[in-house]
């Protein structure tokens, strides 16, 4: 039988039992509202605590006071619904639930709203904590707006730049269709040279390799044909650089090419390279004392007479290859450019003499190819290498040597960059 003093026993105990909780709620809560003014304190974020249940604002840092524009009594009489825009009160549910569901969430879709109304974009970074026997949104927010005004000003640079850019590329592009229109057509070229290729890959959108063809009649008796014969004459070209800068001077050393048949004294391929090497230099040095340009070409000029099965080779720091019955004859150019001499320092050309015989095949190239990296240890392709694969294919049809220049070029490039325009011209007699 339970006694009075049984009673007061039991009740004694469970007041101690309740009051020994109570000290420590009332502990953990004072370590809580330690923590959470160590780190409301010591932050330049603004920092809210938020009741879940009513959205009602618990607390908040100075830096949140700041931003918005209240005081901290005023925000306390306030809700996080108060602080957001009064037309995105239903993505404002939709985020608290959210945060309530997944313990936590990154948003930066819903901005606050100051005191004076205006529109304060910020990052927030939301999570569920458990305060003072309530389960409370702790909010950290950051304002963005200085970020996202770089952001545009950025995306307004960027944008201007993209255009720039497609105007210059399609600049750049017009420019290509033009380079091209004054190449020889592959018609006229034929009719001279019925079995030949071009393979002419630029590095860039415009060339500063090209090729050149005229048929002319020779004005005087030479070794290479009597006076008023048609003669069929082919220069393959590489001018400095590459890009824009090459292909200008590709259009002025078009342009002498061009003037070399208006000029009688001109009667071979020698005397070409003499006259485009007299003339750039002219042309680059006008204006030496402002403008200095180091710039000039490397070239091969070849004339055939197909009546006497003579051709006349020059070269400037280029040679070409003559492969018959299996054997490759290199008939090596002059080790100078055109256009880097002074006027004082000019050299004649020499013209190298050749019979060719039907079946013959002659190639004439620029350096691009085989000055080419790749591989498996990323080298140059280089000359001998070149050289050896021409052989290799020169018996065969010249629409499948160009395919296999093609192949053989792209197989050793592989990953690299192409490294320089790359133009190979192979005509069979």
């Known amino acids: ?6 009673i007061v026993f039991i009740l004694s105990a469970l007041f101690a039992a309740f009051a020994l909780l109570q000290l420590a709620k009332n ?6 509202n330690k923590s959470y003014q160590n780190i409301f304190q010591h932050t330049n974020d603004s920092l809210l ?9 618990l607390y908040c840092n ?3 006071q700041e931003m918005l524009g209240y005081s901290l009594d005023e925000l306390l009489t306030k809700t996080i619904f108060d602080i957001h825009s009064k037309d995105q009160l239903e993505r404002s549910s939709e985020v608290i639930a959210t945060v309530y569901e997944k313990r936590g969430l990154i948003y930066s879709d819903l901005p606050f709203i100051s005191a004076r109304g205006e529109k304060i974009d910020v990052e927030c970074s939301a999570k569920v904590e458990d305060f003072a026997g309530k389960v409370v949104i702790f909010i950290s ?3 963005i707006r200085d970020r996202l005004r770089l952001q545009e000003q950025i995306q307004k640079q960027s944008t201007i730049i993209e255009q720039k850019n497609k105007d210059l590329i399609d600049s750049i ?9 004054i190449l020889p057509s592959n018609t006229s070229m034929q009719a001279a040279f019925p079995e030949m290729f071009v393979l002419y890959k630029p590095k860039d959108i415009v060339s500063g390799d090209f090729y050149w ?3 002319v009649r020779s004005s005087l008796d030479t070794n290479l044909a009597a006076s008023g014969a048609r003669l069929s004459v082919i220069a393959v070209v590489d001018c400095t650089g590459h890009g824009v800068p090459g292909a200008f001077m590709s259009l002025v050393g078009y342009t002498l090419l061009n003037q070399t048949v208006t000029v009688p004294e001109i009667n071979s391929p020698a005397h070409v390279l003499d006259y485009m090497n007299r003339e750039l230099v002219h042309m680059l040095n006008k204006k030496m004392d402002e403008i200095v340009i180091n710039d000039g070409m490397d070239m091969s000029v070849c004339a055939f007479n197909s009546q006497t099965m003579k051709l006349n080779y020059a070269g400037a720091n280029h040679v070409m290859y003559l492969m018959r019955n299996g054997q490759v004859t290199s008939y090596d150019g002059d080790r100078q450019a055109i256009g880097l001499q002074s006027r004082e320092r000019l050299k004649p050309f020499t013209n190298h003499q050749v019979t060719v015989e039907k079946g013959d095949v002659i190639y004439m190239f620029t350096d691009g190819f085989e000055d080419q990296f790749g591989g498996e240890n990323g080298k140059k392709y280089k000359s001998s290498k070149f050289r050896d694969f021409l052989l290799s294919i020169h018996n065969k049809p010249m629409a499948d040597q160009k395919k296999n220049l093609e192949t053989e070029f792209i197989t050793w490039k592989g990953k690299h960059e192409q490294l320089d325009d790359v133009l190979v011209i192979g005509i069979k007699i």
């Open 49 to 57: 605590l938020i009741d879940i249940i009513d959205g009602k604002i």
């Open 173 to 181: 592009t017009y420019a290509k269709n033009i380079q091209e229109a």
């Open 213 to 215: 063809y005229n048929s």
């Open 27 to 32: 502990a953990k809560l004072k370590r809580d």
């Open 62 to 64: 100075i830096g949140a």
């Open 1 to 6: 039988m339970t006694t009075l003093s049984d």
């Open 141 to 143: 927010a950051r304002d």
